[in-house]
């Protein structure tokens, strides 16, 4: 009798609170009508500099200024830009203070971290999502910086980008998208870098997974740090969504691992188009007792009848797109081609 009694509550419980996370994950949200795009950056304008994830030592940071500086840009370093918590770069609590204040900043338009690494997740639930709306700016990064520009996007309604962090390599290629996007507000085509001349530095092949044409609004980064998220509430609508993702240094069964958790949690399913951009260095150890990337991308993709391909210039490699995180896009799987079908900043009066 004790024992039915407990599983009739277990199950009652655990069936209450199944009915409560639905709307507890979206009481914070908005949906995609209320959608902010922050201000276009001048020649002139400052970039706080922050580090959410992992450390940066200070010769790096130097060359992430002197890089910024050289767009025209001014710097303004993070408190605690510099910290560092075993992996970390500072407490949780300091990392999340550094980006807040940088929105509460009205003398900085924009913030950049200074690389990835891992941590993000863990200072999600510090920020403040209403500052961050009230004070919309270009927030910027890539890697680990995936779960804090889906957080903003989800939870503040603010376009995000997944581009170049400050110790990037801001060759011709990444810095012409950068600037086109977050400087002049322009539609672009993004297209992989061409085969050989100057403004490339490595030749990136395309590999259709399934032709088509698809839109939708993009949304993505790196597939680990994603597949983390899964079940959080930072994490989008995904109905009618471009699906980008890209991974480096993780072998193919561990992409089919995060791909499978993202297909078991309903994601793919919902999804209209897919582009896995890099697996830069996924190559498996032993090739005769592995699945190519290829096969496990076909097996998971091709069913769900969608427009998708391998090999953007998205990831860990030099030459990077910048893509705005909410934006309408139209993408075409046979040439490899992300449309921006509206601006993803908006101009600021002189």
């Not at 994490?235 to 993780?250: C, M, S, Y």
Request: some cysteine; overall charge neutral.
């Amino acid at each position: 009798m004790t024992y039915d009694r407990r599983q009739f509550i277990t199950t009652f419980g655990m069936a209450a609170l199944a009915t409560q996370l639905p709307q507890i994950a979206k009481a914070d949200s908005f949906p995609p009508s209320q959608i902010i795009k922050p201000p276009q950056l001048k020649v002139g304008d400052t970039v706080g500099l922050v580090n959410p994830a992992g450390v940066t030592s200070a010769e790096d940071i130097e060359d992430a200024k002197k890089t910024l500086e050289s767009l025209g840009l001014k710097i303004k370093l993070g408190n605690h830009l510099l910290d560092r918590y075993g992996y970390l770069a500072g407490k949780d609590s300091d990392r999340a203070a550094d980006v807040n204040a940088m929105f509460a900043d009205s003398s900085v338009q924009a913030i950049i971290a200074g690389r990835g690494g891992w941590g993000c997740n863990r200072i999600l639930p510090l920020l403040d999502y209403k500052l961050i709306r009230n004070n919309p700016k270009i927030m910027m990064g890539y890697s680990d910086i995936t779960s804090l520009l889906l957080a903003i996007y989800v939870k503040s309604g603010v376009v995000t980008f997944h581009g170049p962090v400050g110790t990037s390599t801001w060759n011709e290629f990444t810095t012409n998208y950068a600037k086109r996007i977050l400087f002049n507000g322009e539609n672009v085509v993004m297209q992989n870098p061409p085969s050989s001349g100057e403004t490339t530095t490595t030749p990136i092949c395309t590999q259709t997974i399934t032709p088509g044409k698809a839109k939708g609004k993009l949304v993505g980064g790196n597939l680990s740090v994603l597949a983390a998220m899964v079940g959080s509430a930072y994490l989008p609508d995904w109905k009618q969504t471009i699906l980008f993702v890209e991974e480096v240094e993780e072998e193919v069964y561990r992409v089919d691992r995060m791909l499978t958790q993202l297909k078991l949690a309903g994601i793919l399913n919902q999804i209209a188009g897919f582009i896995f951009g890099q697996c830069t260095d996924c190559d498996p150890k032993d090739r005769e007792k592995s699945l190519t990337l290829m096969q496990v991308l076909r097996e998971h993709i091709q069913p769900l009848g969608i427009p998708a391909w391998y090999g953007s210039a998205i990831g860990h490699i030099k030459d990077k797109f910048t893509l705005p995180i909410g934006v309408q896009v139209q993408i075409d799987a046979l040439s490899g081609t992300i449309e921006m079908l509206e601006s993803a900043t908006i101009s600021r009066s002189h």
